[in-house]
């Protein structure tokens, strides 16, 4: 979800300065970047962890293996923002969403202490709120992108709820974190805050 929301976030602001200068397309490095902070190395670290024996197992994980698994992916998403934040320095947008990707994962750490909530439902929530966040930023009608991210918050939220993977409580605070979490840190960065 991180790379789909740095994708949508290039995609869509036409006042992101990227300060890159390297013989690849910088979009392509971007991705590239965040695609390894955020999904590569929290894998690699997760199959370290489980081979180490911290945990018992990644496809049906107890509660106390969600925590540790979190805590292991908030650790790679942090170099994430810092790797980003010190290739591009004054890509806000950019380092906006990847601020608010990390607060969302804190959020969610956090609230895992007193309810099992929905990592995807977090994950998907995120992507909506980064479009949201960006329509109120940029002044954009981004209306087929917010279709598109509100479609596979339906989808993501109803195969959870189907796969009786969670609770319909759970998937809502799910939801609520990402959404919230991504909107504000763009509403508030658009208004100076």
Known sequence: MPTLGAFVVLWNDPYLYIPLETSIDPWIVILAVIF??????PVILSFTILKMGWISSMSHPSEAD???????????????????????????????????????????LITALFTKVS??????????????????????????????AFAIVVLTALARYKSNAHQAFEIYVGLIIGIATQALVFFFSAHGV
């Open 119 to 148: 990592f995807h439902s977090v994950g998907v929530g995120g992507l909506l709120g980064t479009v949201i966040g960006l329509i109120q930023y940029t002044h954009l009608p981004l209306y087929p992108w917010l279709a598109g």
């Open 66 to 108: 969600r925590k540790i698994l979190l805590g292991a992916t908030a650790l790679c998403f942090a170099f994430a923002y810092y790797k980003v934040n010190s290739l591009l320095g004054s890509a806000q947008s950019l380092n906006m969403f990847l601020l608010g990707v990390n607060i969302s994962i804190v959020t969610t």
């Open 36 to 41: 390894i902070c955020t999904y590569l190395l």
